[in-house]
């Protein structure tokens, strides 16, 4: 089933306001976080009132991830265990920077009584994670693995690398790129980091607009005033969608039907663009049911 990931929100889990917030918010994924946004004295509580909040439901057609703290911190194995218990569609990793990072988060799962359609996404933020991009993407070719979705933490990797963050993101592209890669090469959705500047639309627009032609399916964000505008822009276009249905259409005609490649409207037009156009309209209905 293909699932529109335009916009995955994170709210801190110690906010009990902003968790009912998020019910009604038109993301298309929240995340629950534990980790970065919540003090160390607060984690014990917030643990609780996330899986308080993933029990009770009523987040709609909303993805719901919990983001815990690292396994090899003191958080960590409690919060797995309870986000699992709860029950939520995907547990996020931060952290990953090694296969052997989502198999022993994976075992962990099945171990703390986790249900089968609870996933695993992996945060991307340590050096070691892009140079193990393949790798940890490849480990999702076992179904025990749950791996389903990478997520770059920008915020981190400028901080581990010390590249900075500059209009354009120049230093990270191939970073980014690098594990766009890796997630198609293993049938992995992938979202693009956080844009820190709250009072920059026009600054989100051109980022998310990048991370798009990169070839991210969404973009992680810090604010819900930032949702609509990586709704609008990760959702296909009604032209791109109609041009879509066009191909489908022209492929479907029996005299198409033994060809490899036709001319429509004065383009050269292949199978694979008939394969793209089939994702592009199931997007553009996902979003459409959605929204």
């Known amino acids: 089933m293909i699932r529109p990931r335009r916009s995955a929100l994170y709210m801190p889990g110690s906010n009990a306001r902003a968790i009912e917030k998020a019910r009604s918010l038109p993301a298309d994924a929240i995340m629950l976080d534990l980790e970065d946004s919540v003090a160390p004295d607060q984690k014990g509580s917030a643990r609780e009132q996330v899986a308080a909040a993933v029990r009770a439901g009523g987040f709609g057609p909303r993805e719901v991830v919990v983001r815990i703290n690292a396994l090899n911190t003191d958080w960590g194995r409690e919060d797995l265990a309870a986000a699992a218990a709860a029950g939520p569609d995907a547990i996020l990793l931060p952290k990953v ?97 956080v844009y820190n500047e709250l009072a920059d639309p026009e600054g989100l627009q051109s980022e998310c607009a990048q991370g798009r032609d990169l070839g991210m399916d969404g973009k992680t964000l810090i604010h819900p005033n930032q949702i609509a505008i990586a709704n609008e822009i990760f959702a296909p276009p009604d032209a791109e969608v109609e041009w879509a249905r066009r191909i489908l259409a022209a492929f479907d005609l029996p005299e198409n039907a033994s060809r490899g490649a036709i001319s429509l409207e004065g383009k050269m037009v292949e199978r694979l663009h008939a394969v793209m156009a089939r994702r592009t309209i199931a997007i553009a209905e996902a979003v459409a049911g959605r929204d």
């Open 97 to 193: 920077s090694t296969p052997g990072d989502i198999t022993m988060a994976a075992r962990a799962l099945v171990e703390a009584g986790a249900p089968e359609r609870t996933r695993i996404w992996a945060m991307m933020e340590t050096p070691l994670a892009i140079l193990n991009a393949d790798s940890i993407a490849r480990t999702a070719a076992d179904p025990a693995a749950r791996l389903d979705v990478l997520i770059m933490g920008t915020n981190d990797i400028a901080k581990e690398t010390r590249a900075r963050m500059v209009p354009g993101r120049g230093p990270m592209l191939s970073w980014l790129s690098t594990c766009v890669l890796a997630a198609r090469a293993h049938g992995l959705d992938i979202l693009d980091g």
